[in-house]
Every structure is written in C-alpha cells, then in structure tokens.
C-alpha cells in the first residue's frame, strides 16, 4: 500500500506528453496469443495492468521480452491454460479478454471470475451470451468460469450484443477470428480502441471490416501470423492532463493529442470556459489514419455545464466523468454529474466534500455539484482508479497538503504519474505505508 503527498494551490507550467492507452494496449497484448507467431507491441504504457496481464500470460507459457521502454515482444507458441495463475486473473477487470483469446486457441480451461475496479454490477453476460452463439459454452462454478469450446461451422452468424461494451465487442472478435465462416456484430461498440485493436488483427492476417461502426464482420481465417503494432495514444490521459491544467489555472502544453478522439468532452470543456489552442497538426504513420497535435491550455475563468453524463462514443466517456466532475467544483454555477452505468462509482464526491466541494449525492447515480469552492488539502481516499485521478486534481486546486490512500489504484492505468507530474512543478511524492 502507498499514498500521494501532494501540496497544492499553485500553478503548473510546462509539457506533458501522453502515453499509450491503457484499454488499447490490453486487449493487443491478449490477442497477440491468437497466433503461434512472435508479435512486437510499441508504446505499451508501463502501468499495474499491463504488468499483471503480462504475469499471466507468462503463467500459461507465454514467452515476454522486454526489447526496449514500452516495446515488448510476445512469443505465445506454447499456451497452457492449465497452469493460469488465478489470483491474478481475479484481480484485473481485463483478463476477461482470456474468455475470447484461449476459447479461440483451446477446448477447455478454467478460469478466474476476472476482477478489477469495484465500481458496481458489472456483468459478463453480453460476453457470455455472445460467445455461446460461436460454440463458447460458459458456466459459472463459484469464483471460476469453467469454458468448452468447439468450432461453430455455420457458414454465417449474427451476433447482437444486449448492449455497446467495448469489452465485450472487443472479446467476440478475439474469439471470431479463427472460426471458419462469417460473424456479424450488431450493435458493436465503436470506440477507438475497438479500431486500435481491429487494425493490429488485420496485420496478423485477421479478415474484419467495419471496425469503427456499429456493425463489425469477420471472416474466419484459419491461421494468424505474427505482426508488429504500436499502441494508441491514450484520450482517458488526454482529457486528465486538460482538466489539471484547467483547474489550476495553470498554461500546460499536451503533446501527442489525438483531438478526433475527444470531439465530444472538446466540447464539454468549451462550454466550460476552457481556453485552448491546438497546434502543430501533423501525420502519425504508426497509427491507422488518426492525426497527432499538442494542445496549449490557458488559465481560465470557468463556467458550469448544466449536465453531463457519459455515453457511449462519440459521446462523453465514462472514465472522463469523475475527471469533468471536479474541474465543475471550480467553475461558477451548478452542473448535474449523471453517471448512468455505475452505481458504485461516485463515492469520490464524499472526498470532495471533504475537502470543501460542494456537492449533493442525490442518489447512487447523480450528483450536483455547485461551484466555485475554495478545497483544502485532507487525507482522503481512492477508491478506483479514475477516482484517484481526480484526487490528485483536487489535491492539486487545493490550498495546503493532502495525503491519498490508495496510489497503487492510480499506477493501474496511469504510469509514473508522479514522475511526470513533477516534471510541471507540482510538488507531489510517493511513499510506502
């Protein structure tokens, strides 16, 4: 266990540059086992995640290099489900990939329930449901899945998804691109991250078009080739780095902004008054057709959004939501916080108000907040890891020092955060309880 010492109430200056994306690179790594081939991930973020998806990878003998600073080779020509390490499948919410990549490659395995950030009933059953329709058959035995997999021959399947998961998108196609025939999904997610993933398939020799809709085909394939991929830059990174720099009043350059990716929460922090200017426009041949830029952000005078609330893209993000909420404890006015899929995720607000926010908890799923507020430094809580994001903001605006629980929460998907925020001249330090 360790904590965030952090004293706040200046402003920062400088240049932070965003890091790969931590719901891209997860599900890259996980279908990198699809073929008995090397593959070489780049700009893999060095966060508790990847690191933990890593270890169980190499549980089932997968072989992992380190060739480089967030450049990893994957050698997974002898998988062996038999010897998964548990324990760790049931502490990250992405070892749920394994359901999609190990059906794919194996008849039968066990595995964990897959864990992670308790932010209220997340369940499996679109996954479920979706991979029966492939020949997946998935039963539940107390903290474990128990999977059998035979090849559905059928030389055309529909898949509707009960709802837009990423993860659950995500896991159909992992699992659809070695069956023979044609699998439809309706109703697919579209986020980047689905395409991130669809593109680096398709260099391994997947057949999938439509990637970035809401209806996705794959043409089965019996064989995967080895292929080298670099990871998305990360827009949960983006938008965090916006709102620190907002809420400090602080003149902060982001490098390696994708501003395609956010269109939406630009507009959010428009219509919050956040001054912003995006420059240096350029190509990226890495990536799949996306444009880089930095965006400059100025001290603002802030204003409320009445309402936000996540949804699906391209509309607000749900890991952004937190990160909108305390930048409005700055802004003059009341905004409405509508966090429709999470009922356990709100518990940051109690923090906030502890530190001076004024903010009303009307239900599990809402909470208004009314602003500007003066916060103080506390010894607060994380309870997730967006929620530690936003209480590093916090602590940030507040005047005087503030000690938060929880920093390995953080380190699940932001690397070094720390390292790099001091780098701005916030005075920030980590240590072990």
């Not at 279908?31 to 690191?51: H, M, Q, R, W, Y």
């Not at 991979?131 to 509707?160: A, H, M, Q």
């Not at 995500?170 to 309706?186: D, F, K, P, Q, W």
Request: hydrophobic share 40%; net charge positive.
């Amino acid at each position: 266990m360790e904590k965030f010492l952090i004293e706040g109430g200046r402003p920062l200056a400088g240049k932070i540059k965003v890091l790969g994306a931590k719901n891209a690179a997860l599900p890259t790594i996980a279908g990198a086992v699809l073929s008995e081939e090397k593959s070489i991930i780049e700009n893999v973020p060095e966060i508790g995640d990847v690191f933990s998806m890593l270890e169980i990878l190499k549980s089932i003998g997968v072989k992992i290099k380190f060739l480089g600073k967030r450049k990893i080779e994957i050698d997974p020509k002898n998988v062996n489900p038999n010897t998964i390490n548990y324990n760790l499948v049931a502490k990250i919410r992405s070892s749920v990939f394994l359901l999609g990549v190990l059906s794919a490659r194996c008849k039968e395995f066990k595995l964990s329930v897959p864990g992670g950030c308790q932010l209220g009933a997340r369940i499996l059953d679109p996954h479920i449901d979706a991979l029966l329709k492939l020949g997946v058959n998935v039963k539940k035995d107390n903290k474990f899945f128990l999977v059998k997999s035979k090849k559905d021959k059928k030389p055309k399947r529909e898949i509707v998804l009960s709802e837009m998961s990423v993860t659950a998108t995500e896991n159909v196609i992992l699992a659809s691109v070695l069956s023979e025939g044609e699998t439809t999904i309706y109703c697919a997610a579209v986020e980047h991250y689905i395409s991130d993933l669809c593109h680096f398939l398709n260099k391994m020799g997947a057949k999938i078009t439509g990637a970035g809709t809401h209806t996705i085909k794959i043409k089965g394939v019996k064989k995967l080739f080895g292929a080298k991929h670099y990871v998305m830059p990360d827009p949960i990174e983006m938008g965090t780095f916006m709102a620190l720099a907002a809420g400090t009043k602080s003149k902060i350059t982001i490098e390696g902004f994708v501003p395609e990716f956010l269109r939406f929460e630009l507009l959010k922090f428009k219509e919050a008054n956040v001054k912003f200017k995006v420059k240096n426009i350029r190509d990226f041949d890495k990536g799949w057709g996306y444009k880089l830029a930095d965006i400059e952000v100025f001290p603002s005078k802030l204003k409320a959004v009445k309402k936000l609330h996540n949804l699906p893209y391209p509309g607000l993000s749900p890991d952004l939501l937190p990160i909108f909420a305390v930048l409005m404890t700055q802004a003059e006015g009341v905004s409405l916080i509508h966090d429709w899929m999470y009922e356990g995720r709100m518990r940051y607000i109690d923090e906030l108000n502890r530190m001076g926010a004024n903010a009303f908890l009307c239900d599990p799923h809402r909470a208004l907040i009314t602003g500007p507020t003066k916060l103080e430094g506390k010894d607060i809580k994380s309870f997730d890891l967006r929620a530690g994001a936003t209480l590093i903001i916090a602590s940030l605006m507040a005047k005087g020092k503030s000690e938060i629980e929880g920093a390995e929460q953080v380190d699940r998907g932001y690397e070094k955060i720390e390292v790099r925020l001091k780098k701005i001249g916030a005075k920030i330090k980590r240590i072990k309880l």
